[in-house]
């Protein structure tokens, strides 16, 4: 699954969130994740691709470039 | 004096079920919510006399709202809700309006499920990587926070962690500033989910848990009597809508009963040892807070977890505060049929008690067969007795490290 897609899922499944609302250019807090959810968040992420986020790539507004860094955390992990 | 305090709304989610109406009939009849749990795995678990909650939070509260609470707060903010809305102030669909409502909670262990989860992680699977979210989850504050949140109330949000003692203090603490004037309204009472594997373990450990009484694991709680093995741990929460004269005037709505007394000590003697000065000392307190005389007392919902060693103690206690007058007391322990909620058994003890006032019934000490001759009170064995007249009545509550509190309730 390309990570936009279980970004998605999550967001959907375990935070309500509504799936019309699921946009590339949303934010998190947009989609009504506080601080406290959003790290909650990024550890479901980390765990399901088995890679770490670091605290200063942390710092993404919208879900496209969320996706965009964990494809790319991906990628550097397979190398 | 201060100004008049009054129950208005009850929320429950105990072992016996959600409607306080239902929940005090089966009490009063003696049927027991006591059944044998297996906790932990099957090579490594162990079978125990418990009285567990049916409680799921689905569809009750939103998956993501789940996700940051422990059992503890989930039932609490559900039990809150029915609290809220059995007093009026809360309509179906409907938010709070006077969002100056203070949450006294009582909680002993707070999210001890997420800790042992958190343990498991870094012990177990060896991992640093436990949830993000396990300090605020394993907090005994985190029930009342989340009352708080969900409800959008302004007021004093406090927690009280005093072991068993925990939720009647809550009460206590919340009838006073009501009393005092410095609220009006106060959502109080208690939330405990510690029945996990690793603080069942610990439990067992200490020695003071019943073991499955021959007669069947729902007899197993058994205060006052000679067959008593121990307490039965039990889980839920409970919450009271506590209101000034006033305020209920002011709503038009009618009481369910009025607080009058509160007492409290402090034993300054044992981590685990009860103490019969301490706890006549709470309970003298209590009667003198109240202001009235000790004669006017009918009947004790007593502390009586079913140890061979407390049981006697508090009947002792009970004797040297009312002297003369005990014997004419009705004394009944309803964790016989409930079992022990710890935080939450005080609140749970305060509601029933507020309903006995109600109903003028008083409820039994089920299970009680073969009296122990040091607990030789009227201790009302079996089935509940009913008792039009009832106007006053005592809790009581006395904690592990020898905290105690004592309530006085009268029907209105």
Known sequence: MSAYSYLAKVLVDKYDVDEDKIRPEATLTDLGLDSLMVVEFLFDVEDEFNIEVPDDRAEFETLAEAATLIDELIEVKGD | ?412
């Open chain 2, 1 to 412: 004096m201060g100004r008049r305090v009054f129950i208005t709304g009850l929320g429950l989610i105990a072992p016996h079920g959600e409607d306080p109406a239902s929940i005090f009939d089966r009490i009063y009849q003696g049927d027991s919510a006591v059944r044998l749990v297996r906790s932990g795995t099957a090579d490594f678990g162990s079978d125990l006399p418990l009285a567990t909650v049916d409680f799921t939070p689905k569809d009750r509260i939103s998956k993501k709202q789940q996700l940051f609470m422990a059992r503890a707060s989930q039932m609490a903010v559900v039990a809150a809700e029915g609290a809220l809305q059995s007093s009026g102030l809360l309509g179906e669909g409907q938010s709070i309006e006077d969002g100056e409502i203070g949450v006294y909670m009582g909680c002993g262990l707070g999210g001890a499920e997420i800790l042992q989860e958190g343990y498991r992680t870094y012990f177990v699977r060896q991992s640093r990587r436990g949830r993000p979210s396990t300090v605020p989850m394993i907090m005994a504050s985190g029930p009342a926070s989340h009352i708080s949140m969900r409800f959008g109330l302004h007021g004093p949000t406090h927690t009280y962690s005093i072991a068993c003692a925990s939720s009647t203090v809550a009460i206590g603490e919340a009838f006073r500033a009501i009393r005092d004037g410095y609220l009006d309204t106060a959502l109080s009472g208690g939330a405990e989910a510690m029945l996990n594997d690793g603080s069942i373990a610990a439990w067992e450990r200490l020695g003071v848990l019943a073991s499955s009484h021959m007669d069947g694991p729902e007899r197993s709680s058994r205060p006052f009597d000679l067959e008593r093995t121990g307490l039965v741990l039990g889980e839920g929460a409970v919450l009271l809508v506590l209101e000034a004269e006033s305020a209920l005037r002011e709503r038009g709505v009618d009481p369910i009963a009025e607080i009058i007394g509160y007492g409290v000590s402090s034993d300054a003697f044992s981590l685990t040892e009860p103490h019969a000065a301490g706890q006549e000392a709470a309970m003298r307190s209590a009667i003198t807070d109240a202001d009235i005389e000790r004669e006017e007392v009918q009947y004790v919902n007593a502390h009586a977890t079913g140890t061979p060693s407390g049981d006697p103690i508090e009947i002792e206690a009970i004797k040297n505060v009312f002297e003369d007058h005990a014997s004419n007391l009705a004394v009944s322990s309803t964790k016989s049929v409930h079992g022990h909620l710890v935080g939450a058994s005080g609140a749970l003890e305060a509601a029933i008690t507020a309903i006995a006032l109600q109903k003028g019934r008083i409820p039994p000490t089920a299970n009680l067969t073969h009296p122990d001759p040091c607990c030789d009170l009227d201790c009302v064995p079996g089935y509940g007795r009913e008792a039009p007249e009832l106007t006053v009545a005592v809790s009581n509550s006395f904690a592990f490290g020898g905290s105690n509190a004592t309530l006085v309730l009268r029907k209105v």
